[in-house]
């Protein structure tokens, strides 16, 4: 696996974290929870990705 995948993925959480606690705290609440969600969604489209080129790499070993 990748450094810069891990970090890359740590980056996004970390800018989501804050951006949360910025949100909560000017009470902003909704907006905080959206926020979260974006970034859940976009690290879980970088995840879907690398296991499309996994099962891809996988079908490739076994093709004769």
Do not use: C, W, Y
Not at 16 to 32: D, F, I, K, W
Request: hydrophobic share 60%; proline share 0%; charged share 20%.
């Amino acid at each position: 696996m990748d450094v810069d995948f891990i970090f890359k993925i740590a980056a996004i959480g970390i800018l989501v974290a804050v951006l949360n606690q910025l949100l909560v705290r000017s009470g902003r609440e909704e907006q905080a929870m959206m926020t979260t969600l974006a970034g859940l969604v976009v690290v879980l489209m970088i995840l879907v990705q690398r296991i499309s080129d996994l099962f891809d790499l996988i079908k490739s070993l076994f093709r004769f």
